[in-house]
């Protein structure tokens, strides 16, 4: 099993930046993918960004492409999002979790954290 504890969320100003941490505990976690996902008010939790195991492959949902970045540092068991240019529909509750295969479906997930606020104002 893996324990996932996500921290960085916070409220910030259209055009801000975020950086969220993903602390992980438990066996074998370099060998999990891991996603970073989020939930808006009144909407289904969707997929953000997901990383391999090894960290050498990275795959991005359109709306933030080329403004977010994972990555990953298996020595620390740590993952991370980089939110820059951060506009007011990026508000939402953002969750890492951690998965066998590379996947973009949030049920293909199996182990979450509790999640972290991030609040975008215009």
């Known amino acids: 099993q893996v324990q996932l504890v996500e921290s960085g969320g916070g409220l910030v100003q259209a055009g801000g930046s975020l950086r969220l941490s993903c602390a992980a505990s438990?066996?074998?976690?370099?060998?999990?993918?891991v996603g970073w996902l989020r939930q808006a008010p009144g909407k289904e939790r969707e997929f953000v960004a997901f990383?391999?195991?090894?960290?050498?492959?990275?795959f991005y949902a359109n709306p933030v492409k080329g403004r977010f970045t994972i990555s990953r540092d298996n020595a620390k068991n740590t993952v991370y999002l980089q939110m820059n240019s951060l506009k007011p529909e990026d508000t939402a509750v953002y969750y890492c979790?951690?998965?066998?295969?590379?996947?973009?479906?949030?049920?293909?997930?199996?182990?979450w954290g509790q999640g972290t606020q991030v609040t975008v104002s215009s």
């Open positions: 979790a951690a998965a066998r295969t590379v996947a973009t479906n949030p049920r293909r997930y199996d182990y």
């Open positions: 438990g066996r074998a976690f370099s060998s999990y993918a």
């Open positions: 990383i391999s195991w090894s960290g050498d492959s990275a």
